[in-house]
């Protein structure tokens, strides 16, 4: 991970129109990449983090986007704690899109939030900046009050000078910081200190979600807005070939009909008219160039594919010499269905067009590339695209199309009705799940080589799915050799002391439906192949699973701890207790890097008769350096496990000729609150910088339940979602 030094603190600018301070910082290190090309908005100059009010509010401005995952309090939490401010007076605002001020430092000079960095990236730079605002409040009362700046104490939002009893809140001495000048250096604090940091507190954001004052997009009312629904084709590739709206148009409140490259757009009223009206429209698709092959019939080419070698992703060692005349060998493979990102709050936004700028409100989660996207359809620079960021009701990845979808087609129905009034679009479910963007479907062929005792002297590992990364801006930096990064990772980066190892990755491009990001991205796959078939190593070595990776990991004491703390929490070793008559119960183990986190999960499961599985357990360590807030870790780890059982248990998007075949929840179901685990997480104290944890929890929960259920039934998992039909008795 790339380490962010600031150096130098600069340019500052005040509130107009009333007392306060706002405080920028620039990140000389970023003006290098500020010059890549094609980052149309990557320059060298200010950000802005902090502001405070004379109504003495702390407001901390966030670059990223709050989804749900508790961005906004961490970063907060970040800030506050060098300006020694009291967390009751801090609010968080969505900072305005602007690469050259808001770039996530970890993904090059864009702004965008993804990929479990937002701590990551911000550790150091939040912290300058609450500092650099202390130093500039300590200079402002020192010479107010004629005294030496270290003889000055800030505590909880105030300053206070103990000799002369003087002190000042953060308001009071706003203006007249403001005015002072932006240290070039600031010293952060020991983690000695730390009062905000390591500890737990409140969520920035609960307070208004639960009370429902937080701002979504489909909160947003504009003067004379109109509601768009769009009908897509039901095949990926297919186009509009006529259209009769005469029913439509006679519909209360339908306003308009027009066709877009994505389909024909009914705009009405209010969101209900608009939908009631596609209903009503008859459309004539020409899908004489969609994509019409079936789920069956795209895993079935993937594993002809795989007989075949592929591109190679790692080679150690001599592979082909381990399994010339090994003592064992052991094979298995593994299917990945399509995932939907299935978030609560289905895909929307607003926007409006004027003549010379376009605004846009979104749970904005790629400020700069749809930024770019948006200007280069309407014509516009980027910086007349303004992005206001808004609360997202989850997205696991899904707002963040290099494609900008959904955002691009509003911008062509803006365009289509020449502006006239502001149009928000909103996606029905269905549209979503039916003609969105999905995790894609993998196979995984895998071989193990034993020698006479039982050693693991050999490893082949060979994935075929599409690339989520081909076509994108970030296949430059990502695609190396034809070698998608994150289809292979979990795989090409195992940590496991295996002598001879083999990865291989066949990456097809004939397959026309969309892919995306979903929440782990590659190790949302790998990290099952590879920690459910070394448990059937371990099996056929005669080995404990918990002593086998321990022993394939003596070299990587971060594992070996995560490892450790699982296993003890969980009591690894002793009896599960015994089910009701019929039942088998099983304990299993995973262990998974993704995201520079290391998270261990133990997964106890009963398992029925007639093959139905409970998940009755999850024990769970997890390494992510600096715990920021301890409760949120905790959080997001517990949420992760939830999603992951739901693709676990229920997840499958299927395509038969070419066709999506599920519409929403009830075909695709997410996980029901009783099939939830007693979940309990556990944190490796650590005072590394922070890693991300947004993402983390969700590799390690398949393969730890796959084990469990070989434990307790003798049965292995090699496809997703697990079937009761596979594990009956």
């Known amino acids: ?45 200010a950000n802005a983090f902090l502001r405070i009010g004379s109504d003495n509010t702390v407001t901390v401005l966030s670059k990223h986007l709050e989804m749900g995952q508790g961005t906004y309090t961490g970063l907060a939490t970040l800030l506050a704690e060098e300006l020694d401010a009291d967390w009751a007076q801090v609010r968080v605002e969505g900072a305005p899109a602007d690469a050259r001020r808001y770039n996530n430092l970890l993904m090059g000079p864009i702004q965008g939030t993804g990929g479990s960095t937002a701590m990551a990236n911000s550790w150091q730079q939040m912290r300058q900046a609450g500092a650099a605002g202390r130093a500039m409040l300590v200079a402002a009362a020192a010479r107010q009050w004629q005294v030496a700046a270290d003889e000055i104490v800030v505590e909880a939002g105030k300053l206070t000078h103990p000799a002369s009893k003087r002190s000042a809140t953060f308001g009071q001495l706003a203006e007249a910081a403001a005015k002072e000048a932006v240290p070039s250096e600031v010293k952060l604090k020991d983690p000695k200190d730390f009062k905000l940091i390591g500890k737990t507190a409140k969520r920035r954001d609960s307070a208004d979600k639960t009370n429902g004052t937080a701002k979504f997009t489909q909160d947003v009312q504009l003067p004379g807005m109109l509601v768009a629904v769009v009908a897509h084709p039901p095949q990926f590739g297919a186009t509009v070939k006529a259209f009769d709206a005469s029913k439509t148009r006679a519909i209360k409140g339908v306003v308009d009909v027009v066709q877009i490259p994505q389909g024909v757009a009914v705009l009405a009223k209010d969101t209900w008219s608009a939908k009631l009206g596609r209903d009503a429209l008859l459309v004539t698709w020409d899908d004489s160039a969609a994509f019409k092959l079936g789920s069956d019939e795209i895993l079935a080419r993937y594993k002809e594919l795989a007989r075949t070698p592929g591109l190679v992703a790692r080679k150690e060692g001599d592979a082909a010499a381990a399994f010339a005349a090994p003592a064992k060998v052991v094979r298995a493979s593994y299917d990945f269905p399509y995932l939907a990102h299935a978030a609560m709050e289905p895909m929307n936004c607003v926007i409006q067009l004027k003549p010379d700028a376009c605004e846009v409100w979104n749970g904005e989660q790629f400020q700069t590339v749809d930024q770019g996207n948006i200007a280069h359809l309407l014509g516009l620079k980027p910086e007349q695209v303004k992005l206001n960021m808004l609360y997202a009701g989850g997205s696991f990845g899904r707002r963040a199309s290099t494609h900008s979808d959904y955002l691009l087609e509003a911008a062509h129905i803006v365009k289509a009705i020449n502006g006239r009034a502001p149009v928000k679009l909103v996606w029905l479910r269905e549209d979503d799940m039916r003609g969105g963007y999905y995790r894609p479907l993998f196979h995984h062929a895998l071989e193990a080589a034993l020698d006479g005792s039982g050693k693991l002297v050999g490893w082949k590992h060979r994935l075929v799915g599409q690339s989520i990364i081909a076509g994108s801006p970030f296949a430059g930096m990502m695609i190396k050799d034809g070698i998608d990064a994150v289809s292979v990772e979990g795989a090409a980066n195992l940590p496991y002391a295996i002598p001879n190892l083999l990865v291989d990755l066949h990456t097809p491009t004939d397959i026309g439906v969309p892919v995306l990001w979903w929440r782990s991205v590659g190790s949302s796959h790998t990290a099952f192949s590879t920690e459910a078939f070394l448990d059937e190593v371990a099996a056929a070595a005669g080995k404990d699973p918990l002593a086998l990776r321990q022993e394939l990991l003596a070299a990587h004491p971060r594992y070996l701890a995560v490892l450790k703390l699982a296993a003890d929490k969980a009591g690894w070793g002793t009896k599960l207790k015994a089910g009701k008559a019929g039942e088998r119960r099983g304990r299993g183990i995973a262990i998974h890097e993704s995201f520079h986190s290391i998270v261990a999960q133990v997964a106890e499961v009963t398992v029925a008769k007639d093959g139905s599985l409970k998940v009755d357990r999850v024990v769970c360590a997890v390494d992510c350096g600096t715990a920021i807030n301890p409760d949120n870790i905790r959080s997001q780890v517990e949420g992760g496990i939830g999603f992951a059982l739901s693709a676990v248990l229920h997840g499958e998007i299927t395509l038969k000729e070419g066709r999506v075949e599920q519409g929403n929840f009830d075909g695709y179901a997410p996980l029901r609150i009783n099939e939830m685990p007693r979940v309990e997480v556990h944190i490796v104290p650590s005072a590394a910088p922070p890693t991300g944890i947004g993402e983390p929890g969700v590799p390690p929960v398949a393969p730890a339940i796959a084990n469990a259920i070989a434990a307790a039934t003798g049965k292995r998992v090699h496809r997703l979602p697990i079937r009761p039909a596979d594990l009956l008795a």
Do not use: D, H, W, Y
């Open 1 to 45: 991970m790339r380490e962010m030094n600031i150096e130098n603190l600069s340019r500052r600018r005040f509130l107009q129109g009333g007392a306060g301070l706002t405080l920028g910082f620039c990140l000389p290190s970023l003006v290098a990449a500020a010059t890549a090309e094609k980052m149309p908005v990557a320059t060298f100059e």
